[in-house]
């Protein structure tokens, strides 16, 4: 057996479902080390065919060889190992239910925003590992993106399963020189991540501002009512989080988070920008929903999710 035949045992195929922002940028970096499918959309598609991805930022810049875009399951003509989701929260029922196929019986991870997804991604295979990543990424142009600030390491957890895929997906990620941990709380995680992105990623949507606008005097009092119902919905669903109170991590919020990404936009604001739907119903929406079902008042997420999907109907003239 040659080298590149004992390379090629050795090497991992992983299937990135759902690649824009994120799941480019993860292709651009997994591709160092697997063999990477990356499911998207032609636009993408087309222009990584020719001439490769395009990355610019803390990731890495230049163009990235050797990804495999594909617009669908036939397209995959080998076996894969891992698949990682990085579609919107408002599309993981349909992708899973394209690549049923594919990914039956192989370990999933998410690393998506929003409550709800390890939970669809269970009804179409046995193992599911929950991820959260604290990393601004945008599309500039077809095939070509952006990785600005970060503020923690990615962080996978098993949430149903094999635990082995758990350390093999986070030593290959690791070996792509990606900054990443085990999680052992990953369903805390996933709500922890969730309250970054339910302080700011409405507000930095429907304003059109970068996320340090959280911290502006007239803002911030709005984000702080977002962030306590958001910790009452959560001890009522008997969810752990990292900071003992709301104004724990509301200092944290304001001290780290926020100053980190004060100068980019979230998903959300891309979503709107781009007159697609948001993801607004696993995040405040969601917490609305739950108050809801406990009897907890949630005015500030109520009406903060309401302006969203208002301006998903109504897409500004461009
Ligand atoms: N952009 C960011 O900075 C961060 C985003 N996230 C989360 O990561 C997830 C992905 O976000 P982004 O990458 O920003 O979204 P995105 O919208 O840029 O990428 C998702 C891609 O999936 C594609 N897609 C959906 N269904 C598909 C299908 N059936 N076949 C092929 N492609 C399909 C969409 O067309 C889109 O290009 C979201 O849950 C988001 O909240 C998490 C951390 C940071
Ligand atoms: C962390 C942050 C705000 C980075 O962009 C994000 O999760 C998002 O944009 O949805």
């Keep these: 057996m040659d080298n590149e035949q004992m390379e090629s045992l050795q090497r ?5 479902l759902g690649a ?9 970096r997994l591709a160092r080390v697997a063999t990477v499918y990356a499911a998207c959309r032609p636009v993408h598609a087309n222009a990584i065919r020719d001439r490769g991805l395009l990355m610019e930022g803390i990731w890495g810049n230049g163009a990235v060889e050797g990804i495999i875009p594909v617009t669908g399951p036939d397209e995959i003509t080998t076996e894969v190992d891992l698949v990682i989701v990085t579609a919107k929260g408002t599309d993981t029922r349909s992708i899973c239910e394209e690549y049923a196929r594919v990914i039956r019986g192989l370990p999933v991870a998410s690393l998506q925003n929003g409550i709800g997804n390890e939970e669809i991604i269970a009804e179409y295979t046995g193992t599911v590992i929950g991820g959260t990543v604290t990393t601004n990424f945008s599309v500039v142009a077809p095939g070509h993106v952006r990785v600005l600030s970060e503020s923690a390491p990615m962080r996978f957890g098993i949430w149903s399963g094999d635990g082995a895929a758990l350390d093999r997906l986070i030593g290959i990620v690791r070996t792509a020189g990606i900054t990443v941990e085990p999680d052992p709380e990953i369903r805390s995680g996933k709500w922890a991540k969730a309250l970054l992105n339910i302080a700011v990623n409405p507000i930095s949507a429907l304003l059109h501002a970068p996320v340090g606008v959280a911290a502006d005097a007239d803002i911030r009092k709005t984000v702080i009512g977002l962030v306590r119902e958001t ?12 900071w003992a109170t709301a104004d724990d991590y509301l200092e944290y919020l304001f001290s780290v988070q926020v100053p980190d990404f004060a100068a980019v936009y979230p998903s959300m604001y891309y979503d709107l920008e781009r007159g697609r739907r948001t993801e607004i119903d696993l995040l405040n929406g969601y917490i609305a929903r739950l108050g809801e079902r406990h009897g907890i008042a949630t005015p500030y997420n109520r009406c903060i999710a309401g302006f969203v999907r208002y301006a998903e109907r109504h897409p500004r003239e461009r």
């Design 12 to 16: 991992p195929t992983i299937l990135v």
């Design 20 to 28: 824009g922002a994120v799941g480019l940028a993860l292709a651009g």
């Design 231 to 242: 910790y009452a919905v959560a001890a009522a669903e008997g969810v752990r989080l990292p």
